[in-house]
């Protein structure tokens, strides 16, 4: 039987940066993986596949510059969903490679197969050949990621009620859409979709999409969904969900039917149900080892991802919020330093985290919000940087971008931005550097930027809420 310091199970970003770690430590590690595939949602059916989506759409159809290419540009309709994902393929194989040769250059054993814990610190692991290979461990990393949740009621066929992984494979673009919850993955699915000119109708049951965003900023999101043609039905849920024969002028055709509970009854070619996912811990043999978990199967974790027991440690989405790659390949990292008693791994603040929303337009944030400051009472003023204004902004055609600096009344410290627009997300960056480094709203007005950059934004913004702090 052979033995490690550190087993992973998961090759996603919590796993291998976990996996990594301890091997740069000199320390004897495996990685499992179930599927035939490494790199998990990140590389397979998340985050690379739903951005070269977008990229695609974009490309095809230049939706953020539509200012430039005039609002009638749509692209042709015999291209299929299948088509632009292939655009990815070449991503998603250099990054299987580089996974790959990253274990084999730090002397990671890669063990394929389902991990399941036999006892506290023995996993079986069950191989593709239909054998059993035992293994044991000092320490165990758990980065299992989730699925997308997939409620018995809904009857999921993988053609027109589908996941979001299930969408990865459409064969054509459809006409109509009903998207179920407008968080993260429904609102940029319904982006993604209306930009390759599918009629979306997304369905939230919440007041607004997106709810953790600055409210302005969500209530600017709102307008440019509709404006791209997506209906909105926030603060209704959906009932019961079922295939329909739909009897129309161009003859009988099966459709998908949504039923909300206000009544209404939506009818679309294809329904993406978005509502959240769900922990795949029920497999994993945990009772074994005394490992509790919740009824969504997700662990929960100390502040050094320690499980309630000390040796098995959790990563990534597993343990929830924020459950982003960003973030889980940083818990299992940490994770790792800790059980191998590394502990002056350098400043984590979890209060700089950055969302990075890729709809179109893309959102980013970093820090508080307009709403929770007022919770708090921290007095803020906002400066506002409207792309309109901004020559980078005009030369790439997006006028309808927006930044919006939060600065404390006081100290003038930077303490939340919100972005809106083209390069959002690379953008935010430099708000979170300034803010993690404690920089005031005037740095931005001494620093020199780059002309022409969408980077000035922060200049005009910490200008317009200086000048606002002082009643110019
Ligand atoms: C559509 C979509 C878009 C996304 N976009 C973004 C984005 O733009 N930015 C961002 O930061 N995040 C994004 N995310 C989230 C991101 O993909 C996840 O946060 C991230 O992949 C989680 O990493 P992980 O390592 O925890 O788990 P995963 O990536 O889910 O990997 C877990 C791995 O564990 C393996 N495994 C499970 N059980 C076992 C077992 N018993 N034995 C062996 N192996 C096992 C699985 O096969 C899988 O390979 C997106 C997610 C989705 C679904
Ligand atoms: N850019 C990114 O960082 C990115 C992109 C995609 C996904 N992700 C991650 O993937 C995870 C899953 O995303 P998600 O969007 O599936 O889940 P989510 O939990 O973010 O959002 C689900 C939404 O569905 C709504 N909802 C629930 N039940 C409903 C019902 N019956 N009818 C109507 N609405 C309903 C909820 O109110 C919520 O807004 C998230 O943790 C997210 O962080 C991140």
């Avoid at 890729?358 to 003023?381: A, C, W």
């Amino acid at each position: 039987m052979k033995h490690y310091d550190v087993l992973v199970i998961g090759t996603g970003p919590a796993g291998q940066k976990g996996a990594i770690q301890a091997a740069k430590l000199g320390k004897k590690v495996a990685i499992v993986e179930k599927n035939p595939v490494l790199g998990g949602a990140q590389i397979n059916t998340g985050t690379i596949p739903s951005k070269a989506l977008r990229e695609a759409a974009i490309m095809l159809t230049g939706a953020d510059r539509r200012s430039l290419l005039g609002s009638d540009y749509r692209p042709k309709r015999d291209v299929t969903i299948a088509d632009l994902v292939a655009f990815s393929q070449q991503i998603i194989r250099h990054e299987w490679e580089l996974i790959r040769a990253q274990f084999d250059r730090n002397h990671v054993d890669l063990i394929w197969g389902r991990a399941e814990f036999a006892g506290p610190n023995e996993v079986h692991i069950h191989t593709p050949e239909g054998e059993i290979d035992h293994v044991t461990a000092d320490s165990f990393l758990v980065a299992v990621g989730t699925r997308p949740a997939k409620p018995d009621h809904i009857p999921f066929n993988g053609t027109s009620i589908l996941t979001s992984d299930e969408l990865l494979h459409l064969d054509h673009i459809p006409k109509t859409m009903i998207v179920v919850g407008g968080g993260v993955i429904g609102s940029e699915y319904a982006c993604i979709m209306a930009t390759l000119g599918v009629r979306v109708t997304l369905v939230e049951g919440r007041h607004q999409v997106l709810g953790f965003l600055d409210q302005e900023i969500g209530g600017a999101f709102q307008y440019f969904m509709r404006q791209k043609g997506i209906t909105l039905r926030c603060g209704e849920k959906v009932e019961s969900i079922e295939e329909v024969q739909d009897e129309g002028d161009s003859g009988s055709r099966t459709l998908v039917q949504a039923k909300l509970e206000s009544g209404k009854k939506l009818r679309a070619e294809v329904l993406l149900y978005s509502v959240g996912r769900q922990g795949v811990c029920g497999k994993l043999g945990l009772d074994t080892v005394g490992v509790e978990f919740d009824d969504r199967e997700r662990l929960h974790v100390n502040d050094h991802y320690q499980t309630n027991q000390p040796h098995v440690y959790a990563a990534g989405d597993v343990i929830g919020f924020p459950a982003l790659a960003s973030t889980s390949m940083e818990q299992g990292r940490r994770a790792v330093c800790h059980a191998l008693g590394v502990c002056d791994v350098r400043n984590f603040n979890t209060e700089l985290f950055p969302f990075g929303i890729y709809s179109v337009p893309e959102i980013s944030m970093v820090g508080k919000t307009e709403e929770e400051l007022t919770d708090e009472g921290i007095p803020y003023e906002s400066g506002i940087a409207h792309y309109r204004e901004i020559a980078r902004a005009k030369l790439i055609g997006d006028e309808l971008g927006m930044m919006k600096m939060l600065i404390h009344q006081e100290t003038h410290e930077i303490l939340g931005i919100h972005i809106i627009g083209a390069e959002a997300t690379e953008l935010v960056h430099i708000g979170q550097a300034v803010m993690a480094l404690g920089g005031p709203a005037e740095f931005f007005i001494d620093n020199v930027f780059n002309f022409p950059t969408l980077a000035e934004c922060y200049k005009v913004a910490a200008y317009n809420g200086l000048n606002k702090l002082n009643h110019v």
